[in-house]
């Protein structure tokens, strides 16, 4: 039997390749190569796997990166590791421009998108305010979101190598 984790890393595949039309039980079950009672065995019916793969979606996304940073290192160390993991997500921007444009059209979707924001952008407002640097550290957190956000948007987006070289040069302004 496909486990519950299986099923919800298969629909976040779906969703960055292909968006959210993509993720139906049908796709599911073909991706997976089982049928509609392993889904139904783990989840209650698409609306119950929505909430799921929102959730997942932000534990993966979001809290896990967060979690993965706090090791007692000092607010520039955790700062350089979270932009590291980051970046080493090959998959991250595919996903994450599908869950925004889900987000346009769907207020369960757009609720979660909100939640995530707001805590990645109050964890590295926390970061950048040990920083003790005399930038805003709070517009510095900010802009630090906006770039990656916006480097995943822009058409052809730009690729994680140039993004990491526009943080070292961003993070220099602060030195």
Same mark, same amino acid.
């Given at each position: ?67 993965? +940073?706090?090791?007692? @290192?000092? #607010?520039?160390? /955790? ?9 080493? $997500? =090959? &998959? ?23 939640? +995530?924001?707001?805590? @990645?952008? #109050?964890?590295? /407002? ?9 930038? $805003? =550290? &709070? ?23 140039? +993004? ?12």
């Amino acid at each position: 039997m496909v486990s519950r984790t299986e099923w919800l890393d298969a629909g976040l595949e779906l969703l960055a390749a292909e968006g959210a039309p993509a993720v139906t039980i049908e796709r599911l079950t073909g991706a997976l190569g089982v049928t509609k009672g392993s889904y139904y065995h783990h989840f209650n019916g698409a609306s119950g796997y929505k909430a799921a793969l929102l959730e997942y979606f932000e534990a993966r996304n979001t809290t896990r990166l967060i979690d993965a +940073v706090e090791d007692g @290192r000092d #607010a520039s160390a /955790k700062l350089q590791h979270l932009l590291r993991l980051v970046l080493a $997500d =090959p &998959d991250s921007a595919a996903l994450e421009i599908a869950v925004r444009a889900w987000a346009l059209q769907d207020s369960e979707v757009r609720a979660t998108q909100e939640r +995530v924001d707001k805590a @990645r952008t #109050a964890y590295l /407002k926390k970061l950048c305010r040990g920083l003790g640097s005399d930038v $805003d =550290p &709070d517009r510095f957190a900010q802009l630090l979101y906006l770039i990656l956000i916006g480097a995943e948007q822009v058409v052809p987006p730009i690729g994680k190598r140039d +993004v990491r070289e526009i943080y070292d040069l961003v993070l220099r302004l602060i030195d």
